[in-house]
């Protein structure tokens, strides 16, 4: 009997410190454990964040990005360039250039940085004065060339928005005043002015133009020139000769201006007449609301329509899906929105 009610006795202890044990471990997880969450220990799972890509600004414009990648770590990633703000994104867009940070946490709140450079390409410059070589009266062996720096060093070379050549040479010029334009490989664009002077001939001092409007016949030309020999008379057609030094009723095209002294010496200048339409004015605001759209042309692998730099390099072809149809993706422009945009192409697409 003692032996029997001995046992029971440590059975029933046994039982009331598990009783114990069991309450203590109750009374631990509801003070602090559902309070707290689990530490992760980060050095056993480091992020690995990497720099994949960096595209640099080009012609002062902000389009340099960041392009990261991370790996390791307790997934969920979360992106940022100040530590503050974060994105789901591992690409950061529309950047000045400069040295970046990029901070990556994961849903383990472990981190990581990486540092990264976006470089400028720069802008062309052209060196002034341009180098010129004078022609003789009424014969066309004046020249210049052209010198340009900056951007990224592959050049095309025009004068009086003619067709672009890859020499800086120009040969076989009338005296007169040249409009010179460089553009580098990423678009980037410097315009500078040249005279050839006329050897005891005509010189062109300046030319005076009024936009035509678009579709309209309002432009008009005033060409002012000294030199040569006695009272001068002009033409717009290399026919026809008028005392004004003035020509209007013009619509945006470009237009050989010729000028004859009394001695019979003629010199000419090409003179471009423009239509005149703005694009931060009127084509805009058209590009912004029917192209400048999601799931159009705006987002990743897609020519991004909101950046200016992007639209000036893509206008022909702006203009060709424009005029075919092919353009907005979705709805239609009016045939006035149409005549903007292509009237401002066909003004050289610039920015005004």
């Not at 990264?116 to 060339?145: E, F, K």
């Not at 005149?276 to 009127?282: I, K």
């Not at 993706?329 to 929105?337: A, I, R, S």
């Amino acid at each position: 009997m003692f032996k029997k009610n001995t046992n029971f006795e440590i059975l029933k202890s046994i039982i009331y410190m598990r009783i114990f044990y069991l309450i203590v471990f109750v009374f631990l997880l509801a003070s602090c454990g559902h309070n707290e969450e689990l530490t992760l220990d980060c050095s056993l799972a480091p992020i690995d964040l990497k720099v994949g890509k960096v595209v640099a600004t080009d012609c002062g414009v902000n389009i340099g990005e960041i392009h990261v990648e991370a790996l390791g770590g307790n997934g969920g990633y979360m992106y940022s360039l100040d530590g503050t703000n974060f994105q789901a994104e591992a690409i950061f867009t529309s950047l000045s250039a400069g040295q970046y940070t990029v901070y990556v946490t994961d849903k383990g709140d472990c981190a990581a940085q990486v540092n990264a450079t976006v470089l400028d390409n720069g802008n062309v410059s052209i060196s002034t004065p341009v180098s010129t070589q004078n022609a003789d009266c009424g014969v066309s062996n004046g020249s210049l060339t052209v010198a340009a720096t900056g951007g990224d060093g592959v050049y095309l070379y025009s004068l009086d928005g003619g067709i672009p050549q890859a020499e800086p040479l120009f040969s076989q010029l009338n005296a007169g005043t040249y409009t010179v334009t460089v553009e580098d490989g990423s678009g980037c664009v410097a315009i500078s002015t040249a005279v050839i002077a006329n050897n005891n001939g005509i010189i062109v001092d300046n030319v005076d133009k009024t936009d035509a409007g678009c579709g309209t016949t309002l432009g008009g030309i005033t060409i002012n020139v000294s030199g040569g020999d006695g009272t001068y008379s002009y033409s717009i057609d290399g026919t026809t000769f008028q005392a004004s030094n003035s020509f209007t009723g013009l619509s945006n095209s470009i237009y050989m201006v010729s000028i004859k002294d009394n001695s019979g010496c003629t010199t000419s200048v090409d003179v471009s007449v423009l239509s005149g339409v703005s694009f931060q004015q009127q084509v805009k605001a058209i590009i912004d609301g029917n192209c400048a759209t999601a799931n159009c042309h705006v987002g990743r692998g897609r020519t991004d329509l909101t950046q200016w730099s992007v639209i000036q390099a893509n206008s022909e072809d702006i203009k060709s899906r424009v005029l075919s149809g092919n353009m907005p993706k979705t709805g239609t422009l009016t045939q006035n929105e149409i005549d903007l945009i292509v009237c401002w192409i066909d003004d050289g697409a610039i920015d005004n």
